[in-house]
Each structure stands twice: as C-alpha cells, then as structure tokens.
C-alpha cells in the first residue's frame, strides 16, 4: 500500500473547508422557475437583439483564431473601462490601463488581493458585515484570518468608521479592508467621506478595497474607480455580472494605482481572459452595448420601485433593510406576532421555491437580517409573479401554527450559506 494519507498531505485550512454552495445549488433553473435570488440581470446581456443570435451583426469573435492564445494584456477592453469610468466626478486626472487589471469574475481579483498582500497563517483582512461570503472563502483558502467590525444597525447599514479605525490601530497584521459599496445583502453605499478616513489612516499600512459589483444601480458618478489615481492605497472591484448582464462571460476588473496594478498582472495566469469573453466584454462596453446596459438599468429600476410600492401593502411584509442603490432589496418577513422571525421568512422562503416555482434568497443568519428575504428585481413579469406568489405564501405561512423543526436552525444556516 502507498504511504499517501490525504489527511496529513493537504493543508489543514483545505481541509476543513465546506464545499462553496452557490445559488443554482438549491434550485435550478428548468425553464419555469422564476429565479430571483442571484442579482442576475433579468433583462440579459447588453448586446442588440441581433448580437444576441448571431455574431454577424455582434461582436467579433474570431472563431478561427481559437487554435490561438489569447491577447495576455487586454489593453483595448481596458481602455474602454478607462472611457467608462473616467467621469471627473471625484478627480480631474484621468486612469489608463496601466491601472487595470482584468480577471476571472471579481472572484479571481479577491483571491489575488490576498496571494499579493497576505503572509498566509500571519496576516488577516476585516471586514463589514452583512457582506459579500467570498471575501471570508477566499480567506480561508489562502489561510488569513479574519477581522470583523460589523455595519452599523439598519437601516444605514453605515460603516462603523470609529471601530474600523481602532482596529487598524491596534489589532496586528490587518493588511486588507474589504468594503462591499453597494453592499450585498445591504443594497446601500458606503460614504465616500468614511473610505477617505480608512485611506488617510495615520499608522495603518494597508489596502482598502471597494467592491462595486452593484454600482451600475447607483446614482451617476456614484464610482469611485477613477479616485485611484489620487491613493496608493486605494482598490476599486467592479464586474460586468450585474449591471451588464454578462454574468455567463466571467469578466472583473480591478482599478488601482499602477503599482499595484503592476503586481496583479505580473501573478495572474498568462492568458486567464479568453478570446471570446474578451471579444464579448469589448462589445458590452462599447457605445452600441452600453446604449442596451442603460435601456436594462431604466427597465430594472422600474420594477425596483414598483417592489417599493407593492410590498408594503403585502400583509405579512416588514421593512425594507438597507438601501435601494442595487438590483436587488432587502424585506423583513413578519410572523403571526407582527414581528420579523427567521422561521417565518424561512418557510416563505422554502415554500415559494419548491411550490410556486419563485427562488429568493434567505439572508436572516446575517448580521442585522432577523427574518429577511434578499429578492433580485426581476422582468415585469416575474414581478407580478413574485407578488402574487408571497401574498399566496405569506397567508399560507400565517394561517397555520408553524411546527418549529428541530433541524431548523441547521436548515437555516444552510440556506444562508449560499454565496450570491
């Protein structure tokens, strides 16, 4: 027999890993099931119909050049990054690609932060919670530890600047700060005023992160990518998934000073954005892809304010947490008390799944979420069906004595450990 034993060989962090559970692992998408619970873009990609089905009208992907690498520097997709997001809104200078790094979804941009800055088993990052569950994933793979100063209460869901700094001052080896803006499951910004006091820390030598996966949703010139060009320290994540729709492509983006946009490119695999993504990203973020992104986003908060308007009125709903700068809100579920409960908001939850065909997001194990439902803005159409949907569900729930299982608070924990 050979010596091997999988137990001593790989690394112990790796080890006591659970597996990365994520939206489609409950609840598949089989043609009928309105799927609410990822912030997709309901509206799709931001391609003109014909793109959609035909790349002779679309973008250029060259299929006979397959057999080919592909460009390991993506200087033309960085540039219209750079186009985009070069708004003068919080800076008169300008970023160029030299302050780009593009990669596998924002997933790879996490991961790599941590590779670039953390000592693995010495280091830690902090974070805000209720946050995004892939920075403490990512943590955990590359052995760092974790550091956590939660939001202030609903609904502002605020940084907690003074805690933050304390921290930074005292606590040893905190090398990154994650800040998810707008937050998820929060929906709601972090003041640009609060990131200034994390950047201009007097002892603190670190990177603050924002993540703007959501801030297509938010006012215009809401971004602060181009604000890295006035911070060494500054790292601004953004990807193409939720906005633009191309959450299939797998793109992200980093922007941040040249040097350490130099240290990102120079640790990534050789040619880790493929030809077709790359010739799919350059279409999105054209004049022709963004005139789609910007019809999308029109039609999104629509819906986003009809949800506003509806759900109050739906008995057995409670208050909208957080804020309203994302695709997607967050509602208190009240049980027979009147009160939110994460019994109640888990039956919902459960029941609109697997009876009406609705999937949302249970977020009541989160840190200030007691009983809330995370519910992506969907098409008019999967509006009207969610609506009508929880009003069935939540009188279904509410009519009967809920018997409390005693697996609950592990079915809890399970449904909340989906990372979307």
């Known amino acids: 027999m050979p010596a091997f034993n999988l137990e001593t060989c790989a690394r112990s962090n790796i080890l006591a890993l659970e597996p990365y559970r994520c939206a489609r692992d409950d609840y598949k998408d089989d043609g ?40 390991p520097h993506q200087r033309e997709l960085k540039q219209l990054l750079c186009d985009l997001r070069n708004t003068h809104h919080h800076t008169d200078k300008k970023i160029t690609p030299d302050n780009l790094f593009v990669g596998v979804g924002s997933d790879e941009a996490i991961d790599g932060l941590m590779r670039c800055f953390c000592v693995p088993g010495r280091d830690r990052i902090l974070v805000c919670p209720p946050t995004y569950g892939m920075y403490s994933v990512s943590a955990q793979v590359n052995d760092v530890g974790l550091v956590k100063i939660p939001l202030l209460p609903a609904p502002s869901f605020a940084l907690d600047v003074a805690k933050v700094k304390e921290a930074l001052s005292n606590e040893p080896n905190i090398k990154l700060v994650y800040l998810c803006s707008p937050g998820n499951p929060t929906g709601a910004p972090i003041a640009k005023e609060d990131i200034r006091q994390l950047l201009e820390h007097p002892t603190w030598n670190g990177v603050v992160i924002v993540d703007e996966a959501y801030v297509d949703f938010s006012p215009e010139g809401s971004s602060l990518a181009e604000w890295v060009a006035e911070w060494p320290n500054l790292v601004v994540m953004q990807t193409s998934s939720k906005g633009f729709g191309m959450a299939g492509i797998r793109l992200g983006s980093v922007f941040t000073s040249e040097p350490i946009a130099r240290l990102l490119n120079s640790m990534k695999a050789p ?48 208050r909208l947490r957080g804020g309203i700068e994302s695709n997607f809100l967050l509602y208190e579920m009240l049980g027979k008390d009147g009160k939110p409960d994460n019994t109640t908001a888990l039956a919902v939850y459960e029941k609109l799944a697997e009876n ?14 007691l009983g809330c439902l995370r519910i992506t803005v969907g098409t008019e159409a999967e509006v009207t069906r969610f609506l009508e949907s929880l009003t069935k569900t939540l009188a279904e729930v509410n009519g009967h004595d809920i018997a409390v299982p005693k697996d609950e608070e592990k079915r809890e924990e399970a449904a909340n450990a989906v990372i979307s």
């Open 356 to 369: 009406k065909g609705v999937v949302v997001r249970f977020r009541g194990k989160e840190h200030g979420c």
């Open 271 to 318: 040619y880790n954005i493929p030809s077709p993504t790359s010739a799919l990203a350059i279409y999105a973020f054209s004049s022709q892809g963004l005139a789609v992104m910007h019809a999308n986003r029109e039609k999104i908060v629509a819906q986003r304010d009809r949800l506003i308007r509806e759900l109050p009125k739906t008995k057995g709903v409670g």
């Open 32 to 71: 009928t099931n309105i799927l609410l619970d990822a912030n997709e873009n309901a509206y799709g990609p931001s391609l003109k119909a014909p793109a959609v089905s035909s790349t002779s009208s679309g973008p250029e992907i060259d299929f006979v050049g397959l057999h080919r690498y592909p460009d």
